[in-house]
């Protein structure tokens, strides 16, 4: 199929235009999932929180290190991989799940990956309040560095976009390619420094750090939580990754955006 560059850059400015209502649609789906709950979204806060405490003290007496080092390290972490991680597990289901309203409406696709993100920022910001308690625990400095978590947070978002798009359109057209996707997000969680700190690697092992692009999302974000700079190597890891990232896509999208109605 030919590639359709203007219609497919036109589908996504129009799908931006709309915020009014993917901000909507996002903020309904979070209130549709915790229906009739008392504490709402709070409930995936909350067993972040309980995964985060006892994971962290137990591996912090294993591995023979301070809590107070480990936990809020572990939690901005956690909380970083939660966002990165729904935006790959939601993103194949993004145009399967919305299979109606694609074939009945005549919509811009581009609209439901917005809402995706959307919604996934906003249970972000929800799982961002347990890490304030632990960050005190921790005596993790406040300082300038935590602004710099904006620009991270700003970047991963924009990547997620271009990644639901992209593995909505692959599983929309071949359903195999989520369960190869969820599988390997599962082992990308012990192989990434998530769990474990970078530091205990050496040698030709530090290929798992500065190769990974899933570390460099996650470093991004996570090093000014912990009032650090984050480094400039993932941040020229990240950047190349958004511009390779957002023009393979869009030759995708422009290509078999067409065929998405068929797919699903």
């Known amino acids: 199929m030919d590639a359709h560059y203007s219609e497919a850059i036109d589908d996504i400015v129009q799908g931006l235009r709309l915020y009014d209502m993917w901000g909507r649609i996002g903020y309904a789906e ?21 995964f985060v405490v006892v994971l962290g003290i137990t591996w912090s007496q294993l591995w023979k290190i301070d809590p107070k080092e480990y936990l809020p390290y572990l939690c901005a972490g956690m909380i970083c991989w939660f966002l990165f991680s ?14 109606s309203l694609i074939k009945q409406l005549r919509i811009s696709y581009m609209m439901l990956v917005y809402a ?14 347990i890490y304030i308690p632990i960050a005190i625990y921790g005596r993790v400095p406040f300082n300038l560095y935590w602004f710099a978590a ?4 700003v970047f991963m978002g924009i990547n997620g976009l271009w990644i639901a798009l992209l593995l909505g359109i692959l599983c929309a057209r071949f359903r195999d ?11 990308a969680i012990f192989v990434t ?23 460099h999302y996650i470093v991004i974000v996570r090093d000014p939580l912990m009032g650090l700079p984050p480094p400039l190597w993932s941040w020229v890891m990240v950047i190349v990754a958004t511009i390779v990232g957002w023009a393979g896509t869009l030759y995708v999208y422009s290509r078999f955006r067409r065929r998405i109605p068929y797919w699903v």
């Open 116 to 129: 995706l993100v959307w919604r996934n920022l906003l249970v972000f910001a929800h799982n961002l309040l």
């Open 86 to 99: 729904s935006f790959v597990t939601e993103g194949c289901q993004v145009f399967i799940a919305s299979e």
């Open 177 to 187: 390619v989520q369960q190869v996707t969820l599988s390997l997000l599962q082992i």
């Open 193 to 215: 420094p998530i769990l474990w700190s970078p530091k205990l690697l050496a040698g030709r092992a530090m290929v798992l750090v500065e190769f990974n692009m899933l570390y």
């Open 150 to 153: 904006i620009p991270g947070i």
């Open 30 to 50: 979070i209130k549709r999932r915790y229906r009739r709950t008392v504490i709402g979204p709070f409930w995936s806060s909350l067993s972040l929180a309980i």
